[in-house]
C-alpha cells in the first residue's frame, strides 16, 4: 500500500475518530456509530487499526451500556486479527454487531475514494 493511501486512510481515521467523539459528546450516539462505523470500513484492511475501531466501538458500547453490542465488539476483537491474517476480510463491513461479521457490504463512494490506490 502506498504511503500517499496510508496518509489518506490516517487523516480519514482521525477526522472520523473526532466527529464520533463529538457526537457523543453532544448525546448524539446514533451519529457517533455513524462516524465508527465509516472509520471500519477503512481500518479493516490493516491489523491496528482494525483492532483499534473494535476497541472503540466496544468503548462507546459499554458507555451506553449496551451489552449486546458489547459483546458483539468482543468477539470482533478475537475474530479481527485473525481476518487480517488471513485476508479473509468482508470488505465494507460496518463492524457493527447488527450485521454479521462475514456479511461484505456497499462501501460508501466517498470512502471508496479515501482508499482508491489510483489516486496516489
Known amino acids: 500500500m502506498a504511503d500517499s493511501t496510508r496518509a489518506r ?3 480519514f481515521l ?3 475518530y473526532r466527529a464520533a467523539s ?9 451519529r457517533a456509530w455513524h462516524h465508527l462505523e465509516r472509520a471500519h470500513i477503512v481500518a ?7 483492532c ?9 458500547a459499554l458507555r451506553q451500556r449496551d451489552w449486546r453490542e458489547a459483546s458483539g465488539q468482543i468477539a470482533r476483537l478475537g475474530l479481527a486479527p485473525l481476518g487480517n491474517l488471513t485476508g479473509r476480510l468482508p470488505i465494507g463491513n460496518t463492524g457493527r454487531s447488527d450485521v454479521s ?8 463512494s466517498d470512502i471508496r475514494a479515501v482508499l482508491d490506490p489510483t489516486l496516489d
Open 14 to 16: 482521525t477526522q472520523e
Open 52 to 60: 483499534q475501531s473494535h476497541w472503540k466501538m466496544l468503548g462507546l
Open 44 to 50: 479493516q484492511t490493516l491489523l491496528w487499526p482494525h
Open 101 to 108: 461479521a462475514f456479511a461484505r457490504m456497499e462501501i460508501p
Open 22 to 30: 463529538l457526537a457523543e459528546d453532544t448525546g448524539r450516539v446514533e
Open 9 to 11: 486512510m490516517a487523516a
